[in-house]
């Protein structure tokens, strides 16, 4: 499988000189497997360069949501691929199965947020009835979970060739009310992943103010990864005030927290354009150079981070 990252920011697009490396685009994330099955977790403002690239092609696109907030659907009418004549699209909605989506992908194109309106487009597009039932006829393993998150969601795991990916954002580890999941059933869920994505927006000094809005402290995701003994842990959905270089400090605090656990788990702070390669076989585990994947041209005050 091929992870390819498009928009690595939570909340908020934040484009800028400060975030230039890391990327100011919202949560878009592009999952090629071995089948040639083309999977697509979230909709923010990543997924027009995504669209792009996805228009040049034909094959049926399967759009993955977690959940409704604006930077997970923000990209979708400005997704090119909607507007080709029977491009097939699939949208695995956010909320449990039988809920109505209250202002969702689809329903922004309303004429007042958006000039069209959705049923307007030329493309197939449509919302799946049953996604577990949907997936079953794919040669993967398809899993969700829900969301410790403000107004619910999914995390998704997929399982291919003996590779697993995890992708778990806008989830609150520790939340201040009972957790629709718990940390444990998260260390299971995650288990043996190759690759997990999880949101890591804050830092302890955005505590106590943001505790309960639904994201998770850098410290407790990496408790997660190292209990999950996850290959390599990707920190993502990066908080819209926080620059590159505090995005950098994060990383290599990461990786010294990792290495003093004596962990085999690696780590990457997300960013646009950023490529893994997860390879496949019963046992394989992704190992990742992680200084070439290090943003190139990030300017650093000397003694900052390490090199
Ligand atoms: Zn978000
Ligand atoms: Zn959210």
Redesign the pocket.
Known sequence: MRISFYGVR??LPSPGPATAHFGGNTSCVLLELADGTLLIFDAGTGLRPLGQHMAAIDTPLHLLL??S?W??IQGFPFFTPIYQPEREIHICRSLPDGDTEFAGVLEQMNGHNHPLGHSTLPAAVGYMEDPPAFFERYDFGFRRKTLN???G?YAYRIDEGGAAFAYV??NELDPPEKPATSFDEWVDFCHGADVLIHDAQYLEADMPMKHGW??SLVSQVRELAHEAEVGCLIIYHHDPERTDLEVAKILDESRDWFARQGSRTQVVCAWEGLVIDVAHGRGARTRIDINALRPSGLVVPEGTLRT
């Open positions: 939570g909340s977690t959940h907030h930077d997970h998150h403000p107004g969601g954002t806008d639904g994201h």
